[in-house]
């Protein structure tokens, strides 16, 4: 038979489907019907009442659906009708079904544009199995009809309670685990459930897989091994790694899909070898470029196993597929289970062409027009208003320094004017004590319980640095504020060839770093040695500040922080007279002559403090990702996207970095223990502007050809043939086309169609 007749024959003959259905017995044979609820399963049994309109195959999560509708006695010449709440007692939303398409017959070998597969041989090929989870009555002019909708087995995987995410699994010692009645807690790994440590791979930019603890999976049935990374806590300095798209894959596949060793958990779907090759790193291919790099930060938590893969994918530029292999009576080879899972970079699938005749061609006869346009019905559309290729990535910057402190009061507050025969008497006759807060000035000011002092207690005891150039105090010395307001720009200056200031360069930042006039706050420390020690400030005193060089010695005065300024203030009961205090005093607890006190330091000027503490950075750690040529538009388009974690730079010399270069923190770790987070932004910018400089692409057409192995999910549309228009997204040499993401098949009426959905579905409005 010539080809052209066989094509003819094709489409005047449809396919015909088998339903085969598994019944979930109930355990009660009665009206209303029972729930199948922990029921057992029946044999695959063919069903001619069920007929197949249509079934869907999706990448992703959702994997696809089948839809069905119940065929009447009477329309397979059996009998009258049945009503339908006789079908629905026979037929439960819990029943499994299984779609079989029948074998290639001899009139498509050799036909133009038709594959052959082998795995269509003899029985035919399984296009779905899933259960029924919905049914639809239909009254309408006395006409009843009831139809039905299935999800296929994956689906299953993904909302059961074992494969939902819960939580970060982590190696816990046995020490750890303790028996609570008869459950024994025999694990090597389990899930740590707080919601302070939510499933969230490298959560806040921080580093959250463990260097070297892995899940020893379940699954002895792969071909090739497959183990998954756990996790640690978010401020692991020691072992903690950023986790990269691959291992995010990997660890959730071990975990959460298969199961640890001890404890395997059920399910419907097995992993593609090359795949499992891709991940281990065994193989390399266009397929699997890109699992290396930095993942960023991306919650899983709550999520269903391949939702958590979906995610993780999206953010990584990969796709997967649930794809159903095999016959009726044997799975595809070397896989046990119906589901195979396959993984692949977008735009890396095999490319074809959409395929109509050209223009102006005569055809004697509909069938041959037909035969001629396999993809008669194109919807394709091409847009360019939400690319997106220059990407600048800004983290927001700490300064740990140390800061010497000046008077935060005017000298005319000050009254000096004390002798220790009167704050003797003060502190031994509480008449006294009462007479001298009444009229004496000193004590009526700057003692507490003074007449005056709420509005005097500032002198003396509150300390900081004038942000703005307006403050009115000491005119002379080393209590005279810098005019124009402290310039915080000279501290980056320091510590030779490594600095903020080299770090924009290095990374090509060339604008100048600026300090804006605006209120500037003490913040704790943010170094590791800081967080470790858990000490939020380092405070330091001086009683010779006017030598050369003056003597520096910890303070351990208690003290509170302003908001809305650059100033600490003296607290506490020590602090009431500060006549009676100073280091050796707060150290010993016992008080000292007035002429060896604070206050007598500050009228001679020879009292200063210094705060180690953390400021706020007018600049950012910056990563500018510009327009490549390969854009799909000449025009530059920007975004900003902002990093979750913090750039932290350490003075040196200071109480938590005893060298003397600048030493970068990230929030949590230092860099020599950790990594270059402005690498990390360049990665995530570049990765955000390789995936958005293209255009939007999106297409939808149908064929007549209902031939599964004819396309796959993950294959890129090149263009139209007959029309020489291209499907190319972006310009230059590596070019980029749609993917295709999902595949209908409607088999319901006499002419069937294959659906082809491509990328952004939203664009084309599902056409």
């Not at 959730?252 to 992993?271: K, T």
Request: hydrophobic fraction near 35%; glycine fraction near 8%; proline fraction near 5%.
């Amino acid at each position: 038979m010539s080809a052209a007749n066989g094509l003819t024959s094709l489409m005047q003959r449809p396919l015909r489907p088998t339903v085969y259905v598994r019944r979930a017995l109930a355990p009660f044979a009665a009206r209303p019907p029972i729930l199948p609820i922990n029921g057992e399963l029946g044999d695959w049994l063919a069903e001619p009442r069920l007929r197949v309109d249509q079934v869907k195959w999706e990448k992703g999560a959702s994997v696809g659906h089948a839809k069905f509708t119940h065929v009447g006695e009477g329309d397979l010449g059996e009998g009258t009708d049945i009503a339908f709440e006789d079908i629905l007692f026979r037929r439960t939303t819990d029943d499994q079904v299984r779609v079989v398409l029948p074998p290639i017959d001899d009139e498509r070998v050799g036909a133009p544009g038709i594959s052959t597969n082998d795995s269509d041989a003899d029985a035919g090929r399984v296009i779905f199995e899933g259960v029924l989870t919905r049914n639809k009555i239909t009254v309408q002019d006395g006409d009843e009809s009831v139809g039905f909708s299935a999800q296929p087995f994956p689906v299953l995987d993904n909302d059961a309670s074992d494969h939902l995410i819960r939580g970060r699994w982590v190696k816990v010692d046995d020490v750890s685990s303790v028996s609570i009645g008869t459950l024994a807690a025999d694990r090597s790994y389990d899930v740590i459930e707080s919601p302070r440590l939510p499933a969230v791979f490298n959560r806040k930019g921080r580093p959250n897989r463990h260097a070297t603890s892995t899940l020893d999976v379940a699954a002895t049935d792969l071909a090739i091994d497959i183990s998954g990374p756990t996790w640690t806590h978010d401020e692991d300095a020691s072992n903690g790694r950023m986790w990269t798209v691959g291992e995010a894959i990997r660890s959730i596949l071990a975990m959460w899909l298969l199961g640890e060793e001890e404890h395997p958990l059920d399910r419907h779907v097995d992993i593609e070898q090359d795949t499992l090759q891709g991940l281990d790193g065994t193989i390399t291919s266009s397929r699997f470029v890109g699992l290396d790099q930095v993942l960023p930060p991306t919650s899983v938590h709550g999520l269903g196993v391949f939702e958590a893969l979906d995610k993780v994918c999206r953010a990584g530029g990969f796709d997967f597929q649930c794809e159903p292999r095999g016959g009726v009576d044997a799975f595809e080879f070397p896989y046990d289970r119906r589901y195979v899972l396959r993984l692949w970079r977008r735009h890396s699938g095999n490319p074809f062409a959409l395929k109509l005749d050209r223009r102006g061609s005569g055809y004697t006869r509909a069938e041959s027009a037909t035969a001629r346009n396999n993809n008669a019905h194109i919807v394709a559309i091409e847009d360019s208003q939400e690319i997106v290729n220059e990407v600048f990535g800004v983290a927001p910057v700490l300064i740990e320094a140390r800061f010497q402190l000046k008077p935060m009061w005017s000298p005319n507050d000050l009254d000096s004017e004390v002798t220790g025969a009167n704050i003797d008497e003060s502190m031994q006759a509480d008449d006294n004590k009462k007479r001298k807060a009444l009229t004496d000035t000193y004590f009526m000011r700057h003692v507490s319980g003074g007449a005056a002092y709420d509005s005097y207690r500032h002198v003396g005891r509150r300390w900081g640095l004038d942000t703005f150039g307006d403050f009115s105090g000491y005119d002379t010395g080393i209590y005279q504020h810098d005019a124009g307001g402290v310039n915080f720009l000279e501290l980056l200056q320091e510590g030779g060839p490594v600095g903020p200031a080299q770090e924009r360069s290095r990374h090509q930042v060339f604008e100048r770093m600026r300090w804006f006039k605006r209120p500037r706050r003490i913040m704790p420390m943010r170094s590791l040695g800081a967080r470790v020690v858990k000490r939020k400030y380092y405070l330091e005193v001086s009683e010779d500040a006017d030598a050369d060089p003056p003597t520096w010695s910890y303070c351990p005065a208690t003290f509170s922080v302003f908001r809305d300024r650059f100033a600490i203030e003296l607290r506490g009961p020590a602090f009431n007279n500060l006549a009676l205090v100073n280091n050796e005093a707060l150290l010993r607890g016992t008080p000292v002559s007035p002429t060896q006190s604070w206050w007598k330091l500050i009228d001679q000027k020879k009292l200063s403090f210094r705060l180690t503490c953390a400021i706020e950075a007018d600049h950012a750690a910056r990563s500018n990702e510009h327009r490549q040529s390969s854009s799909g538009t000449r025009y530059r388009r920007g975004q900003m996207i902002v990093a979750p974690w913090t750039d932290v730079w350490v003075q040196p010399r200071t109480i938590f970095n005893d060298n003397g270069v600048w030493l970068k923190s990230v929030d949590y770790g230092d860099l020599e223990r950790q990594f270059d987070q402005t690498d990390n932004l360049r990665q995530i910018g570049q990765r955000r502007r390789d995936k958005l400089e293209d255009r939007r692409v999106s297409c939808s057409a149908t064929t007549w050809m209902v031939d599964p192995g004819m396309y796959t999910i993950g294959d890129v549309c090149t263009g139209i043939d007959g029309r020489d228009h291209p499907f190319q997204a972006n310009a230059g040499r590596d070019p980029v086309y749609p993917n295709l993401v999902a595949m209908t098949f409607d088999l319901s009426g006499p002419k069937q169609l294959l659906r082809l959905h491509f990328d952004d579905q939203v664009l084309t409005k599902g056409n």
